[in-house]
């Protein structure tokens, strides 16, 4: 992505934010940050429903591992998250 990795990593933590890029059936999991790595994990019952991890990349850009059920839209889901970072990377 074309934004530094905290902005993408703090933009898809954001609650405020997941209603605009994350898949519906992924609303209702609990969600596990690990800021120090990067990570968030999305589980229901134990069990680990989704997954992204944020990488800085070389100058001002981000590389992100975005793992989701086959039926969820995975693609979908990332191009939503980077209109939502450069949204929030231009606010304000």
């Known amino acids: 992505m074309q934004a530094d990795a905290d902005i993408v990593f703090n933009t898809a933590s954001d609650d405020t934010r997941a209603l605009a890029w994350l898949p519906p059936s ?4 609990e969600i596990v940050v690990n800021t120090d790595e ?31 059920p086959d039926d969820t839209g995975g693609d979908d889901a990332l191009r939503a998250l980077e209109a939502e970072v ?6 304000g």
């Open 26 to 29: 992924l609303r209702t999991c």
């Open 38 to 68: 990067r990570t968030l994990e999305w589980r229901r019952n134990d069990e680990q429903c989704a997954y992204l991890r944020v990488e800085q990349g070389g100058a001002g850009t981000s590389e992100v591992e975005l793992r989701l």
């Open 86 to 91: 450069a949204e929030n990377f231009t606010a």
